[in-house]
């Protein structure tokens, strides 16, 4: 329901009222009681009276109704101006120092919160009694025709000579009675003690109101249509039209749209347009898949972790073709296989996560557990060795009895048998036992004095029988011009006379034996092809 303003319009107007300056009454000693909606008085332009400044030439005066500031002067023809004028007969000069300003101004009920617009031509006037040294003009609004309570536009400082169309737009921070223009010394000036010389001619007819406006821009999800964008247009109170581009619509809001940048452009009656920019972003939203196994195998304790951003949160979450969504998103006690999730946020904006992996460490085993048996009588060097697969690294290693330790082979073991444990990181276990015999035999180190390398799996290999616990071993084989053919520090290694003619070939072979003495034993080994 419009507000009813009720005012009383007689032979002088409230000046308040903006209807006064295109309605008049003449009815002698009788007040008419006019009603009129708010819409109305606040919705029109204002009137500027007599626009074209037309008046007498002649110094320090000011074409009616227009009131003066100090002298500005009726142009042209005072103080040497002879510029013609841009429209009519006349125009107004101004000129003003830090000391001395000049303006013009006149009643305009300026309303606080709207936005206004008003052309003129300018000329700036370089030997005005004194030599200027630019132009500028500057706009205020006030109670008073003097008054300077609101800045609302400067021109900059110019030079040019001729005349020049501008525009000002601003917007009033309060009610407003006056408006006013101003020659403004904008910087000191060597030359004269008027810094600012200008002449203005052809004001607008009237002070426009413009529409404000405010873009708000909802986003879409990302490769669809969803997005849209509400204009909220302030500071008129009369229809304006809409025209938005790209698209061509004429509506003050438009929905379904993709991502982008548009633009509005809102035309008032009067003519005045504003336009606006906004930004339709695309939402996406992206999750990062973290799987975490199970501690061991078989136990079906894997999980799947997302971390999931973008969009508009809270999200919800459909595991593995669920049509129930949950706001977890965490899946636990998962079996190993793999899975899929879909993802949406609070604007229907998805994600669909496909074949996510998830496994469980292999099976934690002892792929073989290597023995040595006692060599001799007189020796204690059983050892177990063991090679472990599955699970997860690093393995520790137990023998019954024993304390926990990081190596995998037991060694200076005496017969019989043992049991052992494995466990790795996450302490899955798994245990075995083996068996060591002792070898009731001499300790000796015996090397034989033939080999046939001819592939038939019979004495293949020249290397040292050894039955006995002995270290720092080593082989030597010579042709016999004494060139070395073969060495190893390894007691299993053996020379496999590879590319060498039957014949006979010298050895040596060194090490300490089971009682800690040094030993050397040489001899000659017969190849045969």
């Known amino acids: 329901m419009k507000k009813i303003q009720w005012m009383l319009i007689g032979i002088g107007c409230w000046r308040h009222c903006l209807l006064c300056e295109r309605i008049s009454f003449y009815l002698r000693g009788v007040f008419v009681l006019v009603m009129v909606s708010s819409n109305v008085l606040f919705a029109q332009d204002i009137p500027v009276q007599n626009p074209s400044l037309e008046g007498v030439p002649g110094q320090g005066k000011v074409p009616p109704p227009w009131r003066a500031k ?170 304006c039209t809409y025209l938005w581009s790209p698209g061509g619509q004429t509506t003050p809001s438009i929905s379904g749209l993709a991502a982008g940048t548009y633009t509005l452009t809102v035309t008032h009656p009067n003519g005045t347009t504003a336009t606006a920019t906004a930004t339709v972003k695309p939402m996406e939203v992206k999750s990062e898949v973290t799987t975490i196994p199970s501690p061991c195998y078989g136990d079906n304790e894997n999980q799947i972790l997302l971390t999931t951003t973008g969009g508009t949160p809270p999200y919800r979450y459909y595991f593995d073709g669920s049509t129930h969504s949950t706001y977890t998103p965490a899946f636990k006690k998962l079996h190993p296989g793999y899975y899929d999730v879909l993802v949406k946020d609070e604007a229907e904006c998805k994600e669909q996560l496909n074949d996510i992996k998830v496994t469980e460490p292999a099976l934690l085993r002892i792929a073989s557990a290597k023995t040595h048996d006692i060599s001799c009588s007189d020796t204690r060097d059983g050892s177990i060795a063991l090679q472990v697969s599955g699970g997860t690294r690093p393995y520790a290693y137990q023998l019954e009895g024993t304390n926990w330790q990081s190596d995998s082979v037991w060694a200076q073991l005496e017969q019989g048998k043992y049991y052992y444990r494995v466990k790795d990181k996450n302490n899955c276990e798994v245990s075995g036992s083996s068996e060591i015999i002792r070898n009731e035999r001499v300790c000796a180190v015996y090397i034989p004095n033939a080999f046939s390398p001819n592939g038939d799996g019979l004495n293949d290999v020249f290397r040292a029988k050894i039955n006995d616990d002995i270290r720092d071993y080593k082989m030597m084989v010579y042709s016999r011009w004494g060139r070395p053919v073969f060495q190893s520090q390894d007691p299993a290694a053996g020379w496999d006379g590879r590319d060498l003619p039957t014949g006979t070939y010298m050895w040596v072979v060194t090490y300490i034996d089971s009682k800690q003495q040094a030993r050397r034993q040489q001899g000659t080994i017969l190849l045969i092809r």
Not at 189 to 215: F, K, W
Not at 219 to 239: P, R, W
């Open 70 to 239: 100090n002298t500005p002067d009726i142009q042209p023809g005072v103080l040497q101006i002879t510029q013609p004028p841009s429209d009519g007969t006349t125009y107004i000069g101004l000129h003003s120092g830090p000391t001395w300003p000049e303006a013009i101004a006149q009643e305009a009920a300026l309303v606080k919160g709207k936005m206004y617009t008003i052309s003129f031509d300018l000329a700036y006037a370089p030997s005005y009694a004194f030599k200027a040294c630019y132009g500028n003009l500057a706009l205020y609004g006030g109670n008073r025709a003097t008054d300077t309570i609101q800045r609302f536009w400067t021109s900059g400082i110019f030079y040019h000579t001729e005349w020049k169309r501008y525009t000002a737009v601003f917007k009033a921070a309060a009610d407003y009675d006056y408006i006013s223009f101003w020659a403004d010394a904008a910087a000191p000036c060597d030359q004269s003690i008027y810094g600012s010389a200008l002449l203005m001619d052809n004001l607008s007819a009237t002070i426009r109101e413009m529409p404000q406006v405010t873009l708000t821009a909802t986003s879409t999800c990302k490769g669809e249509s969803k997005g849209a964008v509400t204009a909220t247009v302030k500071g008129v109170a009369v229809a």
